[in-house]
């Protein structure tokens, strides 16, 4: 005998369309809010190494508009900028390695202008070079390739660790760099995690080198000091983002180093953003 379909409350029809136009509110309210949220995509990685266009368009639906690359996954750059351009998605900026200048460098320009990228950012320093004289000629060298970058149309950046804030011979590392370097060539990017890992406030560095952070990472961490999604830990993200923002941050990217999920860590973590009211 055939069945009737089930019948459905009208306080419960109306309550489902209730949640789902909030659910829509405040997608609007991240968009305008926090702007085009990225993530960064060393959190992927290995998702990305298995599947690059189905990891790219399950970003896309999450909600994201921006992503920050670590590596190409073998795949030429017109290649990429095709596949941001049919998930909706853009890169503004790349992680690319410590700057060697010549033939290399100017690929690695080539490839980031044709992907539609501003920045290139350097996210590590070799140990032998750190120290006082080392940070120097490190930072001589980081306005020689934001000189080159600049030429291309692009900004060269650095971002931090935790190894840059314990002082050598009554240095901060962090602060050679920042006033070792010109600020129309060199730009920093700021990871929340990692300074306050490094015992340090990131209000207060905005606050000291206004402008200099026009990059953000952020990735939460508990009361023992573990990485953990956005929203999850004890870092008080709206207060950051604010004034982020209020000196000059302009993108903010999503990052966990090791999850034990990553899709869904960066789920979380999106969520979670989409809640501030910033």
Excluded at 112 to 119: E, F, H, L, M, N
Aim: charged share 25%.
């Amino acid at each position: 005998m055939k069945k009737n379909p089930p019948t459905i409350d009208r306080r419960e029809f109306f309550g489902a369309v209730g949640s789902a136009a909030a659910m829509i509110a405040l997608g609007d309210l991240h968009t305008k809010k926090l702007g085009r949220i990225g993530v960064q995509l060393y959190t992927v990685r290995d998702q990305m190494k298995k599947d690059f266009y189905g990891t790219l368009a399950k970003i896309a639906r999450i909600g994201y508009k921006e992503v920050e690359f670590a590596g190409y996954f073998d795949h030429d750059a017109r290649v990429v900028r095709a596949a941001l351009k049919q998930n909706g998605l853009t890169s503004p900026s790349a992680h690319i390695g410590f700057p060697v200048l010549g033939a290399s460098w100017d690929k690695t320009l080539e490839d980031s202008a044709t992907i539609g990228q501003k920045y290139v950012i350097c996210p590590w320093i070799d140990e032998k070079m750190r120290t006082v004289d080392g940070y120097k000629q490190v930072a001589e060298l980081f306005n020689k390739a934001g000189e080159q970058a600049k030429k291309a149309g692009l900004q060269f950046g650095f971002h931090n660790h935790d190894y840059e804030f314990p002082p050598i011979d009554g240095k901060v590392p962090l602060d050679l760099l920042i006033t070792e370097t010109d600020p129309k060539l060199v730009a920093f990017e700021m990871d929340v995690f990692w300074v306050r890992h490094g015992g340090y406030d990131p209000l207060a560095l905005f606050k000291k080198y206004p402008g200099r952070f026009p990059l953000l990472h952020i990735k939460d961490m508990d009361k023992s000091r573990n990485m953990v999604d956005v929203g999850q830990g004890t870092i008080p993200w709206k207060t950051v983002i604010e004034k982020g923002k209020a000196e000059g941050v302009k993108h903010i990217f999503v990052e966990h180093d090791q999850p034990a999920d990553p899709l869904a860590s960066i789920r979380n973590s999106y969520r979670y953003l989409a809640t501030l009211n910033v």
